[in-house]
């Protein structure tokens, strides 16, 4: 007995899910005998004499269990069973056939029309007050776990918003970035610069730029920051102010002598500044690689420091390629970091790649990197190829290689190309 009490506690604690118990017998005597027990035990009790009737009350007010006997006319407590599961309701219903059957396969019927247990009449009722009790404990897991799946849906809808949300920043964010290098291409007359620039996701680590330097030097710059990502971005923004072609006076690499014009510094000597700068003054665990050139168009003279980033290819007019630097440790990594440069002449009809580690360190299926073979055969195939159609180019056989549109890494490039003689003079 006492097992039996604690489930009626249970079931009248205030939590238990079934409160409404429909009872459906075509004998009078049955039901009341039955809906006496129940209503004794704290359950809303309602009868019907029919399937039929049981079926419209169900229609009305869906009750949280249906006690239904297996024999009735018309429609017996089976096919009630069926259109009962065929019903809309929010929940689930509890369902108990109440028959003198015992044989397996009758059972296996009445499981198959949707029934959930079974009580043999004539009714025990210490047997009907656990079967309640066991058709409760399902009905509220049944319910707490909609309860938990609404919150799981309300919690991705706004977990949606949220990302849609993001999303659109981040495409703002894109575009805005993308405009930090809004100067595609440019004719400088004896010469003509080229920029790359693309992100592997929305926004990324890598810029390419130029500023001018008088009327016939220019700098050329490539940046990789560590990391990718909405950081990283705002990293590159910082250093685009650092190395500014419409500020000449916040750029760093410059300086303004005593006759009010600019001439750049050694482009060793601004990545030290630069990573004094980094190290001293921003509170960021990012570093980044670097390729900084001084270009003296007249003279076809270039000056250049390399920091971490990949070597810089120089494309000679017969076709053979050559890489240039000297290599060096990343900006904002070692605060006594030093920095050497290279001279070197090009001619007319030679030209110059700065690029970033996303070119080379593209892998193809099997992760085989190209490599700077890699690259030096591209610009060997494409030497005929000039300006942003040779970027484009490239991209498209960087695509070729990896077997893929989007690469794992963000891909940028600087393109210095002094133009042929002109036939003639």
């Not at 003198?100 to 009722?125: C, Y």
């Not at 007050?129 to 319910?143: K, N, P």
């Not at 004094?276 to 003279?301: K, N, Q, W």
């Not at 050559?322 to 030209?351: I, S, T």
Request: charged residues 25%; aromatic residues 6%; hydrophobic residues 40%.
């Amino acid at each position: 007995m006492g097992e039996s009490v604690e489930t009626i506690e249970e079931l009248q604690s205030g939590g238990q899910a079934i409160r409404r118990i429909l009872v459906v017998d075509d004998s009078r005597v049955q039901r009341k005998i039955v809906s006496a027990s129940i209503r004794r035990w704290g359950f809303s009790v309602r009868e019907a004499d029919s399937a039929a009737e049981a079926l419209e009350i169900c229609r009305l007010e869906p009750p949280d269990l249906v006690l239904s006997d297996w024999m009735m006319p018309g429609m017996t407590g089976l096919e009630f069973c069926r259109e009962f599961r065929g019903l809309p309701r929010e929940d689930y219903g509890y369902f108990i056939l109440l028959t003198s059957k015992s044989e397996k396969e009758e059972i296996a019927r009445g499981l198959d029309a949707g029934a959930d247990d079974f009580l043999t009449k004539p009714v025990n009722a210490a047997e009907l007050r656990a079967r309640i009790a066991a058709g409760d404990r399902i009905l509220r897991m049944e319910r707490e776990l909609i309860d938990k799946n609404r919150l799981i849906a309300s919690t991705l809808e706004e977990l949606q918003k949220l990302y849609d949300s993001l999303d659109s920043d981040l495409i703002e964010a894109r575009k805005l970035q993308q405009s930090l290098v809004s100067d595609r291409y440019r004719d400088l007359g004896v010469a003509d610069v080229s920029l790359l620039l693309r992100s592997s996701g929305h926004v990324g680590g890598d810029l390419v730029g130029m500023f001018p330097v008088g009327e016939s030097r220019i700098g050329l710059y490539g940046i990789d920051v560590s990391g990718h990502g909405i950081s990283s971005a705002l990293m590159t923004a910082r250093l685009a102010g650092y190395l500014s072609a419409s500020a000449p006076d916040q750029n760093i690499a410059l300086f303004r002598t005593r006759g009010g014009s600019y001439q750049m510094r050694p482009p060793a000597e601004t990545i030290v500044a630069l990573n004094r700068l980094i190290l001293d003054e921003m509170d960021t665990e990012h570093y980044f690689t670097m390729v900084l050139a001084d270009v003296d168009l007249a003279r076809g003279e270039v000056i250049l420091a390399q920091a971490g980033h990949p070597h810089p290819a120089v494309q000679r007019r017969n076709g053979a390629v050559c890489l240039v630097g000297c290599g060096g440790l990343p900006v904002g990594l070692l605060p006594d970091a030093e920095y050497d440069q290279v001279k070197f002449h090009m001619a007319p009809g030679e030209r110059l790649l700065i690029h970033s580690d996303g070119i080379v360190e593209c892998s193809d299926a099997q992760g085989r990197l190209l490599g700077d073979d890699g690259l030096e055969a591209i610009l060997r195939d494409m030497r005929h190829s000039h300006g942003p159609a040779l970027l484009e180019s490239l991209i498209w056989k960087l695509t070729e290689f990896s077997g893929a549109d989007d690469f794992q890494d963000d891909v940028s490039a600087v393109l210095l190309e002094f133009k042929p003689p002109v036939a003639g003079l």
